[in-house]
């Protein structure tokens, strides 16, 4: 095993070194990348793996970069072994763009069951140059070169891409974390578009996992007294915030594109990206055809059947919003109708990362935003993904509320919870921490002694849910606990009716557990949260320079794990004189909920809400989002509900509790 393991780090090990490593050649309209390498002619089992530039972006958005990852995917996957994957990859490394390279090494470890059990490096350790700029990472090199005893990590601070003369610029923290970003890549990565991947139900996670990164980015956009997120109104309105990424898309110093404020977005023609002509046209009919799809109740599939879409118990099918997910998205392989729907949200990813240089007028590299690594990191990721999300929302709100017996679970009373974090109830504290990591595997220049990023990062201490439940059936009952976070004032301090609350509530944790009959008390560590993947098994341990392995997790199959929200960003930054919040706890029926299969292997489960587990169903039978992702029911029991606490206070299974969450900047450590 620790053999397997090193020789998987030295595939990632400098993806940019190589005869050609990083060196830039345009095309002039012969196909959409000029081969670089040896000379010799590409093997033909590599297909269309040859058609992406070396040292440009490869794009999981662009269609034509998804053939291309398709071949080369395809080529590793005949691999039985780490020894015969090495000989693939020494073969083509030269030949092929080095990002989709790296992407789908990654991809055949976490597909191949054989070679799931090695852990694939992080991207912020395997391209640095998407995390730190050039700048930085030469001089570090440099300096390493003058003085190999050097210990001095590089040190990204907050004010990296912008200062704080915008206002937007006091997320940039949030925005430009290196636990989200890799979430982000890794979530792309395990939930592929048209690599001949069925996920189950991929369409409604894209769909919740996005929906949860926004109530997350507000509620942070809440804890700095800002709006929350305004979605894109269409694609004719100019991009109200620019964007400056400051990183390099290889480490020969080849910039990202970047944004001005107030930028009109244009058709766009990008030959040297494998783009056709893309029009705003395209995507205004797309976007309403789809619309007529929620409006008319169906979506019609290639030969004109009209498919219903409801998000009631799916009988052989799937439920209506994973066949919107998968149409919007869009994936070819799985939407209804894709010459007719689309390719919606990754046609949008596209035209705003090329709205500096459409038709390559300037031969300006694609912007910060057109690709899942770094995509995050931009103010208009959020406003695009609104607008994608409220398209989701219109569909969800066409759904019948959830009726009592959905909602309800007899014989079972929540009579208190609370959070305990350093002894101190119901007070939560963040703060400042900070992560190093090793960069010099990422980069072609510096020595052997190894260069540093230190991060500084949003954090907290752990702390416990404490949860108070008596059982009143006369036996044990299995029971799905359901813990959500919500900010509990809006933005002019008012408190929020349940439909202007609802898109704010963050899944905080969802775990089963067996309720024995009379009084439970249950304590649940926020560490074990459904939605963050452990830094211990995504992030190697650095100690003074020193990789530390934990021997913990032995045989479990890390290649999903890098999939999960970030533990560190957990919890929302809440406000230094104390932000008030609300927890709302809900226990649902196991029996209910539960997902007949058997689960072989060792998957990695951190993490399941937001990345399901592989090769398995997603472990829930309710819809994702669930009971936030409808409307309130009017009425129950004679009672009007307009609120959450309304709703909280109808059912015994329910719960709400005030809290507070605290920002203590630089104090966190001194707890
Ligand atoms: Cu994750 Cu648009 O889908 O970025």
Same mark, same amino acid.
């Given at each position: ?103 789908? +090494? *990654?991809?055949?470890?976490? %597909?191949?069951?054989? =070679?799931?059990?090695? !852990?694939? &490096?992080? #991207?912020?350790?395997? $391209? ?93 956009? +809440? *804890?700095?007294?800002?709006? %929350?997120?305004?979605? =894109?109104?269409?694609? !004719?309105? &100019?991009? #109200?915030?620019?964007? $400056? ?427």
């Amino acid at each position: 095993m620790a053999t397997e393991q090193s020789q998987v780090l030295e595939l990632f090990e400098k993806p940019f070194r190589g005869p050609s490593g990083g060196s830039i050649s345009f095309p002039t309209g012969e196909g959409i990348g000029t081969r670089i390498g040896t000379g010799a002619r590409p093997p033909p089992e590599l297909g269309y793996a040859t058609s992406l530039q070396r040292g440009r972006v490869f794009s999981v958005f662009i269609r034509a970069h998804r053939r291309a990852a398709r071949s080369l995917c395809e080529y590793f996957m005949r691999a039985r072994n780490i020894g015969e994957l090495t000989s693939l990859a020494n073969a083509c490394r030269n030949l092929v763009n080095e990002q989709l390279f790296i992407y789908c +090494l *990654s991809f055949v470890i976490i %597909r191949k069951p054989e =070679l799931r059990r090695v !852990r694939i &490096p992080t #991207v912020v350790e395997t $391209f640095p140059s998407k995390f730190a700029s050039q700048e930085m990472l030469q001089q570090a090199g440099n300096e390493i070169n003058r003085n190999p005893a050097r210990t001095e990590p590089i040190v990204i601070n907050q004010e990296f891409s912008g200062t704080l003369i915008k206002p937007e610029h006091r997320l940039s923290y949030w925005r430009e974390d290196y636990g989200i970003n890799s979430h982000h890549w890794h979530w792309h990565l395990v939930f592929p578009v048209e690599m001949d991947i069925r996920r189950d139900r991929k369409g409604e996670i894209f769909y919740y996992m996005h929906q949860q990164m926004l109530a997350r980015y507000d509620m942070e956009r +809440l *804890s700095h007294s800002l709006n %929350r997120v305004l979605p =894109l109104t269409g694609f !004719r309105e &100019p991009i #109200v915030d620019g964007y $400056f990424s400051k990183l390099t898309v290889n480490n020969s110093g080849r910039a990202w594109g970047t944004r001005q404020d107030n930028t009109t977005l244009k058709d766009i023609r990008r030959d040297d990206f494998g783009l056709g002509f893309i029009s705003i046209s395209d995507l205004e009919l797309y976007y309403s055809r789809l619309l007529d799809a929620v409006h008319q109740g169906f979506i019609q599939d290639r030969q004109g059947n009209r498919i219903p879409l409801t998000d009631g118990p799916p009988n052989r099918g799937k439920r209506g919003i994973d066949i919107l997910g998968d149409a919007f998205e869009a994936d070819a392989e799985l939407s209804v109708n894709y010459p007719f729907y689309g390719d919606l949200h990754n046609f949008a990813h596209v035209l705003i990362s090329f709205s500096h240089d459409p038709d390559f007028a300037h031969r300006e590299e694609v912007g910060a935003i057109g690709d899942p690594a770094t995509s995050m990191r931009d103010p208009t990721f959020y406003r695009l993904h609104k607008f994608v999300d409220e398209f989701f929302q219109e569909y969800k709100l066409q759904q019948r509320p959830y009726n009592n017996e959905e909602l309800g679970l007899p014989g079972v009373r929540v009579v208190r919870i609370g959070v305990l974090q350093d002894g101190v109830p119901n007070n939560l504290r963040t703060g400042w921490n900070q992560r190093e990591f090793e960069a010099g595997r990422g980069l072609d220049f510096g020595g052997s002694a190894p260069i540093r990023l230190r991060f500084t990062h949003l954090d907290h201490r752990p702390f416990d849910y404490h949860l108070q439940i008596m059982n009143t059936l006369p036996a044990e009952k299995d029971v799905t606990v359901r813990i959500f976070l919500a900010p509990t004032l809006d933005e002019r301090g008012n408190r929020m009716s349940f439909m202007d609350q609802r898109l704010l509530w963050t899944e905080m944790d969802k775990f089963v557990t067996k309720l024995t009959p009379g009084e439970n008390k249950l304590v649940r560590s926020s560490r074990d949260s459904s939605i963050t993947a452990p830094p211990e098994i995504t992030f190697r341990e650095l100690e003074a320079g020193r990789e530390i392995t934990s021997g913990t997790q032995a045989g479990v199959e890390f290649g999903q794990c890098g999939c999960g929200w970030p533990r560190h960003m957990l919890l929302p930054r809440g406000m230094p004189q104390g932000m008030d919040f609300q927890l709302f706890v809900m226990l649902t029926d196991h029996a209910v909920d539960k997902v007949e299969q058997v689960i072989r292997g060792r998957p990695c489960t951190n993490a399941v809400s937001y990345c399901g587990i592989l090769d398995s169903k997603f472990p829930d039978a309710r819809p994702m989002g669930f009971p936030f992702d409808r409307r309130n029911p009017a009425m129950i029991n004679g009672n009007v509900i307009q609120t959450a606490g309304e709703l909280a206070a109808q059912f015994d299974n329910m719960v709400m509790e005030d809290i507070k969450i605290t920002f203590v900047g630089n104090q966190l450590q001194r707890a």
